[in-house]
């Protein structure tokens, strides 16, 4: 059984990523940092495991992989999905809120990237596959921090997979258009009409659709995949 580790399960994408995978016969271990209730909830729906750990802290990331590794001894898939996001104007950013999205949003990657390694180097195969944003494509005005992260997320993707590939490791990125969550609950219905407008499929994405890409990649129809971008968008991005 191949054991999937999903940073930032507890809500939105994630959960629907670790409700797919448990659907799918994969251990899952769902990781959380703030909403330890639903996680809870979830992993008991799904008979998987639950891990507390802040992704931007590399102290939080160590123990969780010591954990991870004394129970299971490594993680065969990670999904870098974890992530935040402002809605702000450049000139009002602040320093610290530049460095938290990067400390989250890209940071987050490198500590559960450099964590998991190990075991998946020791059997010459694994799986990496790291959430960006069709922002990171595009670049959203008012979400400079963001889109900036999200690139970022894009570049480590296709260089770490020219690194891995020798390593029998694939590294690909999903960049989701506008998905239903949390994350987009600042949105009016104003705003979720233009955006469908714009979309050709004329609707905004779901968790779901976003959970099915990344099993794809995770499962054997992605092996000959590696450093690529695939973004679920509805075609508002082409
Ligand atoms: P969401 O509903 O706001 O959920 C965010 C998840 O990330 C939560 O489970 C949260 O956990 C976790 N998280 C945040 N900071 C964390 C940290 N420091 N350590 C560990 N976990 C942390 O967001 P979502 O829409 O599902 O987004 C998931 C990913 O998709 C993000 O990377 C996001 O940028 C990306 N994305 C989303 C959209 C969209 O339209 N929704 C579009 C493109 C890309 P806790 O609640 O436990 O803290």
């Given amino acids: ?5 999903i940073t930032g399960a507890s809500r939105g994408i994630g959960a629907q990523t670790a409700r797919i995978f448990a659907e799918n016969g994969y ?14 909830v979830l992993a ?15 102290s939080d990331v160590e123990l969780m992989f010591s954990q991870i590794q004394n129970e299971f001894g490594g993680v065969d898939i990670l999904v870098n999905n974890a992530g935040i996001a402002q809605a702000k104007m450049f000139t009002d950013i602040t320093e610290e809120e530049w460095d938290d999205m990067f400390s989250v949003n890209v940071k987050g990657i490198f500590n559960c990237t450099k964590a998991a390694l190990p075991y998946m180097i020791h059997k010459k195969s694994g799986k990496i596959i790291n959430i960006s944003s069709i922002w990171g494509i595009t670049g959203a005005s008012c979400e400079v921090h963001y ?11 296709k260089a770490l997979a020219k690194e891995l590939g020798p390593s029998g490791i694939t590294v690909n990125c999903v960049a989701p258009g506008v998905i239903e969550t949390d994350m987009c609950a600042s949105l009016s219905q104003e705003d979720i009409s233009a ?17 099915k ?24 991005v082409i």
Wanted: with cysteine; glycine share 12%.
């Fill in 195 to 211: 955006l469908k407008d714009e979309t050709p499929l004329g609707c905004i994405g779901t968790p779901d659709d976003i959970a």
């Fill in 44 to 58: 008991k729906e799904l008979g998987a495991s639950i891990i507390c750990a802040d992704v931007s802290q590399k």
């Fill in 147 to 157: 889109s900036a992260s999200k690139a970022a997320v894009i570049g480590l993707t």
């Fill in 27 to 40: 251990r899952v271990i769902i990781n959380y940092n703030k909403s330890k209730d639903a996680a809870e």
């Fill in 1 to 5: 059984m191949k054991t999937v580790l």
């Fill in 213 to 236: 890409t990344v099993l794809f990649l995770a499962s054997g129809g992605g092996d000959f995949l590696t450093g690529q971008v695939i973004s679920p968008n509805g075609g508002m």
